[in-house]
């Protein structure tokens, strides 16, 4: 099963799968998977679930205090789990479709988009004014930064070439490359993910609870907020500097 359901080329591809799946969530899905195949459950409706906890995992934020943020937390990996799932159950039925890859892909960027949105209503304590605004800015840059990746594998399709590979995302001015080095290996960047940007974001509620306040989450957001749009030119002058629209 795990040959079929978890292939090596794609385990082994650095931008094809999350540090968390390859941490510990794979193992926790193959167990999972092994049970779903047994059912009539289809791809795509595991595929739907895990937007669904994605999107509740932004609005989980909106509970006050410790609760909002430990479910937030817990709703973002159930995301995780579903969308390893979701996969391997396709692998193993035989039931890939491309409205399932489209649906993973709008909840990747559905679920981060409303953790950080959530965010800023935390932050704001009422959920209106300017920290709101913080969080919603930020949520665009998430969904920027996820745009300007996808969007490459669309201008190669309409130029009828291949999928890019690990190789052709390496900066071919050495500049560009030892920055792109040097932030990869502070992985700064990994919190503009959902699912690191919800432990950031805990850790943040933790402190709140010490404080008696919502600083500290204010703290956490601004500190996402200006990491998430340094990233958007970033990205974008990495995409450009390298071979991948070649």
């Known amino acids: 099963m795990r040959e079929v359901c978890q292939p090596q080329a794609k ?54 205090g410790l609760t909002g943020a430990v479910l937030a937390v817990i709703l973002m990996q159930l995301f995780l789990l579903f969308d390893c799932v979701d996969g391997e159950v396709a692998r193993w039925k035989g039931q890939n479709s491309a409205a399932g890859i489209y649906v993973d892909r709008l909840g990747a960027y559905l679920a981060d988009a409303a953790l950080m949105a959530g965010a800023g209503y935390r932050a704001a304590e009422s959920g209106v004014g300017g920290w709101l605004s913080v969080g919603v800015a930020t949520a665009l840059g998430v ?63 933790i402190a709140d609870t010490v404080t008696g306040g919502i600083e500290p989450t204010r703290w956490a957001l601004g500190a996402l907020a200006v990491i998430t749009w340094v990233m958007v030119p970033a990205h974008l002058l990495s995409i450009l500097s390298s071979s991948r629209l070649r």
């Open 11 to 64: 385990m082994a591809s650095r931008n094809g799968e999350h540090w968390a799946g390859r941490l510990y969530m794979r193992r926790i899905s193959l167990r999972t998977t092994r049970h779903l195949v047994r059912t009539p459950v289809t791809p795509d409706q595991l595929t739907w679930t895990m937007v669904v906890c994605g999107v509740a995992s932004g609005a989980a934020l909106m509970i006050p």
């Open 143 to 205: 969904v920027l930064l996820k745009a300007s990746t996808d969007l490459v594998d669309v201008a190669r399709a309409r130029r009828g070439l291949a999928v890019a590979d690990d190789e052709s995302t390496r900066p071919r001015s050495q500049g560009v490359a030892a920055v792109r080095r040097l932030a990869a290996a502070f992985k700064i960047h990994r919190v503009t993910n959902g699912i690191e940007a919800s432990l950031v974001l805990l850790a943040a509620a």
